[in-house]
C-alpha cells in the first residue's frame, strides 16, 4: 500500500514507504507469517526473535522475507534482558535481517556488532537521556514506549508527554509506540513531530499472527479495567490482561518455577515468564501471562494485516490533511 500523504520511514540505509512498524510481539506472538504480511503491505514487520534458537531464527527472517514479497521491511526485536541476546543478534545480522529493535535493557555493545553490516539499530527507550545516549552510540532511530504500551514497560509516564523531551534531543527519526491504537492516534503522534509509529497489540487482533484462538478471545473480551500492570521476574513493570496467573503475580501467589533453564540474565524468579507467555500463545486461560497495550479494550474484530494497515492509513491521512 502506498500514501500519498505519509511520508516513509528512512532508518539508516532502509526505506520503508509506510511509517508504521509492527510491535515485537514475545514469545512467538509475532512470527514470520505475520511480520511478512505487515512488509508486504509496505510496513515495516518484527519478528519477536527472544527465545529462538540459531535455526529456527533464520528459518523464520527467511519465511517472512519470502512473504513481504520484497516489499517493506523485516526487523526482529529480542529483549536485553535475554540471556542469549548476543547470540540472537548476531544470527539475525548474519541472516540479512533489516533491522534490529531491542527494549527490557540498554545495551551498548549492539552498536559493535553491526560495525560492517550497517544493521540499523532501533533501542527502545522511555527518557530522552536514553535516547540521546542511544544516538551517540549509533542508533539510526529511536522508539519511545510510554507507559501505554502492553508487555514490559520501562517508565510509568504517557508516550505523549515524553516526545516532545525526546524531539529536542536528538537528530535521527523518532517512532512513537504505547497508546496507538488508530490512525488518529498514529497522526497525533506525527503532528508532534515523530517520523513513525509501533503498533502492537491490533496485530495481535489480526488473522495472521499465529495465536491460538483463546489469545485473541481474551484480548477481544478485555475491558479498560481488566488492563493491569504487574511486576515480571524479567525486572521490568508488565502491562497484561486481568487473568488468573496476573491476579496470582499481583497478590504475590504465584508459582515459582521447579527447574529454570536461565533463559533471563537476572530473573527473580518469582515465576518463569518464558512459561507464562508460552502458555498464553497456547491458549492455556489459568496458566498465561497476557500482555497487552492499554487501549486493547477498544478492539473487537479480528481483521486481516492488509485492512488493518489500510484503515490506520486512511485515518491518519484524513487527520493530516
Known sequence: MKSSILKPLNIGKINIPLPILQGGMAIRVSTAPLAGAVAREGAGGIIAATGMGDEELSSQIRLAKKISEGNGAVGINVMYAYSEFERVVKTAIAEGIDFVATGAGFSRDIYKWVK???????????????????????????????????GHLGTDRSTWDIIPEILEVISIPLIVAGGIYSGKEMARALKMGANGVQVATRFALSEECDVSPVFKKVLLEAKAEDVVKIMSSVGFPGRAILTPLSRKIIEGKAPRPEVCEGCIKNCSRTFCIRLALESARLGDYENGLFFSGSNVFRYSDILPVKTIIENFVHEAEEELS
Open 116 to 150: 560492517y553490516s550497517n544493521t540499523p539499530i532501533l533501542p527502545i527507550v522511555s527518557s530522552a537521556k536514553l535516547a540521546r545516549i542511544a544516538e551517540k552510540l549509533g542508533a539510526s532511530a529511536i522508539i519511545l514506549e510510554g507507559t501505554e504500551a502492553g
